[in-house]
């Protein structure tokens, strides 16, 4: 999977489209992302031992990874946002071992 927990995403397709977030967790198996502040669903709790009086709390759902881009503009504006896609390079480090790197294809910096 090119985007990785910590990666500053935008939303493509869905409710959410043109939202900024930073991924949370991933799902390999699903194809699935939790973006933090989007897809927010309302859960009800039980009442446990951990928390005796239950209620209703607020989560983030996942979407599915082909709705998300990685953001490789201005991070707080969404007009400014540039998306882009994942690349890769091997470049050799300083004890000349090939370390793959993941690059921007639009500004062919590293991520």
Same mark, same amino acid.
């Given at each position: 999977?090119?985007?990785?927990?910590?990666?500053?995403?935008?939303?493509?397709?869905?409710?959410?489209? @043109?939202? =900024?977030?930073? +991924?949370?967790?991933?799902?390999? %198996?699903? &194809?699935?992302? *939790?973006?933090? $502040?989007?897809?927010?669903?309302?859960?009800?709790?039980?009442?446990?031992?951990?928390?005796?009086? @239950?209620? =209703?709390?607020? +989560?983030?759902?996942?979407?599915? %990874?082909? &709705?998300?881009? *990685?953001?490789? $503009?201005?991070?707080?504006?969404?007009?400014?946002?540039?998306?882009?896609?994942?690349?890769?390079?091997?470049?050799?480090?300083?004890?000349?071992?090939?370390?793959?790197?993941?690059?921007?294809? *639009?500004?062919?910096?590293?991520?």
């Amino acid at each position: 999977m090119k985007i990785k927990i910590g990666d500053n995403v935008v939303i493509i397709a869905g409710k959410e489209k @043109g939202s =900024i977030g930073i +991924v949370l967790a991933i799902n390999p %198996i699903t &194809n699935r992302v *939790v973006v933090e $502040g989007i897809n927010i669903k309302t859960i009800h709790v039980k009442p446990s031992q951990s928390n005796p009086d @239950g209620g =209703i709390e607020k +989560v983030e759902g996942s979407i599915h %990874i082909s &709705n998300v881009m *990685v953001n490789v $503009g201005d991070v707080k504006d969404a007009s400014k946002s540039k998306v882009t896609k994942v690349g890769y390079k091997l470049e050799k480090n300083k004890n000349g071992r090939k370390e793959k790197k993941r690059i921007s294809k *639009v500004t062919k910096e590293e991520i």
